[in-house]
């Protein structure tokens, strides 16, 4: 339950206060009567999650942060309107529900499961237009596609306008896909006890070194001997086991749609972003006087931070006054994104930074958007040793710091694709044309998250 002496809304604030920050990545709507009726029906429309729910994952980070918790978030970069799709959800659910019994058992603690989905539509981007070669070789130059909230992909005048109406296009969306989910979840679809379900094959086949192939041989066997026990022991302990709970999240880029949706409940003192559980502040719109951070210090959800390379000290140490400034734990959550080649100079500061002050502070490790990499044939992909290279230094920049390291954060798929090369099931560069779906940066597909799942267990269970 919230402190009821809190006041209700932080100095200065309201849901339109980020309107008079500047904004690093502004929605220029052009038609501003279509704005305000998009926005008017927004904001009448029922809510995507509840502030109990919300409540809940702040009491999860909590323990999160005091290390008696572990946080797996994931998801696309980019979901699209066309991929709310049922097979894909499930499949998504589904990777995000083995990797997360993966680390249980290798971290024998908790994990809390939240979602790149049910929202993650909007897109920031490095450049705000884009140019193509037209019609007998006239540069043509049109907006960014900045996800299916905002425009559409095809290089037209006309998809690439940005319309106000796709804001109730991408809320319908992300009700249809939480309707599923929450079905898919209170109907036990998660008969993960199956052995074959698994889809461990490709770790025999996969040239692991044979003392990691047989931990993971073991996990596995151990995992479905445990849940075949709890199954043996009745009912009621399966139910529990597999009536697991999806938090959702997505980035809170467009903020005529986030504050459309930020609400006062009934019986509740505050504000909350009642589009999704944990919004996250991308890296790039992470100013501590701009609208971003602006809009996201006056809700109750826990808000997410991405922290890139260019972060400094003060930097961290600004974003935690303007968004934790009681330093309650389970607030505020950073999510550090540094890049392999520079997590060991870039991270240590900041969170020894942050252990100094005794800030409430949930550090996630995204080992992904520090890594990618452009083939010459401008195709995006990041590879599985870098992304496991930052995880595994972030891993022992925590341990020396004396701070828990509270989750991960993983742009993966539950399907076949190829878009980051390596792994034991050896994607190669070759492969890439193939299988490529991402509208967006490259995922890990079904196979390498599993087999991240098991590297973490491995890294992360050895000291507990
Ligand atoms: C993302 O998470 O897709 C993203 C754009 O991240 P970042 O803000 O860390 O670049
Ligand atoms: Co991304």
């Known amino acids: 339950m919230p402190d009821p002496s809190q006041s209700v809304a932080p100095a200065g604030w309201s849901p339109e206060s980020w309107k008079g920050r500047p904004c690093a990545q502004p929605i220029a709507y052009s038609d501003a009567d279509a704005l305000d009726e998009a926005v008017r029906s927004l904001s009448l429309l029922p809510p995507l999650v509840t502030s109990w729910e919300i409540e809940r994952l702040r009491e999860e980070l909590a323990q999160a942060e005091s290390g008696g918790r572990f946080i797996l978030q994931g998801g696309d970069c980019a979901e699209t309107f066309d991929d709310c799709r049922p097979e894909l959800i499930a499949n998504k659910l589904k990777i995000l529900l083995q990797m997360s019994l993966v680390i249980v058992h290798g971290l024998k603690k908790p994990v809390t499961r939240i979602g790149r989905f049910a929202g993650q539509y909007a897109k920031p981007r490095s450049s705000m237009v884009e140019t193509r070669s037209g019609p007998g070789g006239v540069p043509v130059t049109l907006p960014s596609y900045f996800g299916d909230l ?15 109406a796709l804001m109730i296009k991408g809320h319908e969306h992300a009700a249809m896909t939480l309707n599923f989910i929450r079905s898919l979840v209170e109907g036990g679809f998660a008969d993960f006890h199956h052995p074959e379900y698994w889809n461990l094959d490709f770790l025999r086949h996969g040239g692991l070194p044979g003392d990691v192939r047989a931990d993971y041989e073991r996990t596995a066997r151990e995992m479905v001997d445990g849940l075949r026990f709890m199954e043996a022991l009745g009912e009621r302990a399966v139910d529990q086991l597999t009536r697991v709970e999806f938090f959702t999240s997505h980035e809170g880029l467009n903020l005529h749609y986030e504050a459309a949706q930020t609400r006062t409940v009934p019986r509740r003192s505050g504000w909350y972003d009642l589009s999704t559980h944990l919004p996250w502040i991308g890296d790039r719109t992470r100013a501590v006087d701009g609208a971003h951070v602006e809009h996201f210090r006056g809700v109750r959800n826990p808000v997410g931070v991405k922290i890139g390379p260019s972060a400094t000290v003060g930097d961290v ?5 303007a968004l934790n400034p009681r330093n309650e734990r389970g607030r ?7 890049g392999a080649s520079r997590v060991r100079d870039s991270l240590p500061p900041l969170v020894e ?11 996630i490790c995204d080992p992904m958007h520090g890594n990618g990499t452009v083939l010459a044939d401008g195709l995006k992909t990041r590879s599985f040793g870098a992304i496991l290279e930052e995880l595994e230094a972030t891993c022992g920049i925590f341990e020396r710091a004396g701070v828990p390291l509270g989750g991960v954060h993983f742009e993966l798929t539950g399907e076949d694709v190829a878009e ?3 792994g034991a099931a050896g994607v190669r560069e070759e492969d890439l044309r193939r299988h490529y779906a991402s509208p967006c940066d490259p995922r890990l597909n079904y196979r390498q998250s599993l087999e991240m799942a098991f590297l973490i267990s491995r890294r992360l269970g050895r000291r507990e």
Do not use: Q
């Not at 905002?150 to 106000?164: H, M, Q, S, V, Y």
């Not at 140490?317 to 006054?321: D, I, R, S």
């Not at 505020?332 to 540094?338: G, Q, T």
């Not at 252990?355 to 409430?360: G, H, L, V």
């Open 353 to 363: 930074a942050m252990a100094r002050r005794k800030a409430s502070v949930v550090w």
């Open 332 to 338: 505020l959550v950073f999510i550090s994104r540094m």
């Open 420 to 422: 980051c090369v390596g």
């Open 150 to 164: 905002i425009n559409r992909a095809a290089f037209t005048p006309e998809a690439r306008r940005l319309d106000p």
């Open 317 to 321: 140490e600004g974003l935690w006054t």
